[in-house]
């Protein structure tokens, strides 16, 4: 028998469906007598092929490999799939369900066959190191172009932040949330796959003090969150206020399988 317990948004972006494959695989190992129990990255690869290579779902691999390994990582989507762990005291955030239904599944596929069709290729101009591409945007126009630029400006965005949270401690939160503000900024003008009352919100939240924030997934709908240090809850009585559903989050430990103990009738997958 197996008590699934949880109170995150589900399809909100907030990589529910994800976070149940990993630990379900953690379970499925652990029942098994399997050593890849007690191996995040072996269960974040797990999770990833049977969610998404086995139903060929047009999702990444990045909410897997978060909530195996937890904290906050840096990860290269391209094989063989290497991460690095970032600065873990980052935060805290507010995570927050708008109630706005999503079509991560719809929206995304539609996304990345319009990033097929541009034909250039964004993961070779990774390897190369990222070379000024903004002059290439002129080989495209309307929708395409704003594609083109918003998938430029956000590689280029994490490339930034990555660089921020491989200092050492403190990082410099204010920046943190500028760079949050300009990818929902991209996600929402350029690449489209924002919704008009996330936009507002954010910019309610930025007005009452936020650091910065954006959508979460792909969906035009879902989850959101903003960057609040010390001021979480705060935040959390603001999205009350407005008939919203909100948390305090901040960067977990990931999977964990607890040992079996003698006479204890269960053991438990935490994420």
């Known amino acids: 028998e197996v008590t699934v317990r949880s109170d995150i948004p589900v399809n909100g972006g907030a990589s ?3 976070a149940l494959q990993v630990a379900w695989c953690a379970f499925l190992l652990a029942a098994a007598g399997d050593p890849r129990a007690q ?11 049977s969610e998404v290579l086995e139903f060929r779902a047009p999702g990444g691999m990045m909410d897997h490999f978060s909530s195996a390994l937890g904290g906050v990582i840096w990860l290269d989507t391209t094989p ?3 991460f ?6 980052i935060g805290e955030f507010v995570l927050v369900d708008s109630g706005i239904p999503k079509d991560t599944n719809g929206i995304l596929g539609q ?3 319009a990033l097929e069709k541009l034909g250039f290729d964004f993961a070779q101009w990774k390897q190369q190191g990222f070379p000024p591409a903004k002059h290439l945007a002129s080989r495209f126009s309307g929708d395409d172009r704003a594609l083109f630029e918003g998938t430029i400006s956000n590689a ?18 204010r920046e943190l949330g500028r760079l949050l503000d300009k990818h929902h900024d991209n996600l929402s003008r350029l690449i489209g796959v924002s919704h008009p009352a996330i936009d507002d919100y954010l910019d309610a939240a930025r007005r009452a003090g936020a650091y910065g924030g ?23 009585e603001l ?3 407005k008939g919203l559903r909100a948390w305090i989050v901040r960067p977990a430990e990931g999977v964990k399988v607890s040992p079996l103990l003698p006479g204890v009738p269960f053991q438990e997958i935490l994420l």
């Open 16 to 18: 529910s469906s994800s």
């Open 39 to 49: 191996d995040p990255t072996a269960i974040a690869h797990l999770a990833y092929e």
């Open 80 to 82: 063989p799939f290497e």
């Open 84 to 89: 690095r762990r970032l600065c873990p005291k």
């Open 111 to 113: 996304r990345r066959a």
């Open 156 to 173: 280029l965005l994490t490339a930034a932040a990555r660089e921020l949270l491989v200092c050492p401690p403190p990082v410099d939160q």
């Open 214 to 236: 954006k959508i979460n997934g792909s969906g035009c709908g879902g989850s959101f969150f903003v960057l609040t240090p010390g001021e979480g809850e705060r935040f959390v």
């Open 239 to 241: 999205f009350h206020s």
